[in-house]
Nanobody, 116 residues
Framework: QVQLVESGGGLAQPGGSLRLSCAAS????????MKWYRQAPGEGRELVAS????????NYADSVKGRFTISRDSAEFTVYLQMNNLKPEDTAVYYC?????????WGQGTQVTVSS
């Protein structure tokens, strides 16, 4: 079955960095677009970044452009989110996502807290 397992969250200071990982299994990873979403307390889920199957195409929310980088490793079936220059407003639970046909799959989420 499809599994997405996030890791790498934690506490960071403003201006700091974290790298999130999402290990994928149970499907043909190299054929699907992968995405990172986040959800802050009391807010809806927000698309942060996406990457095409080949890794050549990426898109970012305006709020993270120039600070976050999404990438993928086709050999390790893993997608990453490098987060630099973190801000308190980046505090949220971050989720890995993919859509296969009409079904959305989500990981369990990893908490990112940015605070001094």
């Amino acid at each position: 079955q499809v599994q997405l397992v996030e890791s790498g969250g934690g506490l960071a200071q403003p201006g700091g960095s974290l790298r999130l990982s999402c290990a994928a299994s149970g499907f043909a990873f190299n054929l699907y677009t992968m995405k990172w979403y986040r959800q802050a307390p009391g807010e809806g889920r927000e698309l942060v970044a996406s990457i095409t199957p080949t890794g050549e195409g990426t898109n970012y929310a305006d709020s993270v452009k120039g600070r976050f980088t999404i990438s993928r490793d086709s050999a390790e079936f893993t997608v990453y989110l490098q987060m630099n220059n973190l801000k308190p407003e980046d505090t949220a639970v971050y989720y890995c996502n993919t859509r296969i046909w009409t079904t959305e799959y989500w990981g369990q989420g990893t908490q990112v807290t940015v605070s001094s």
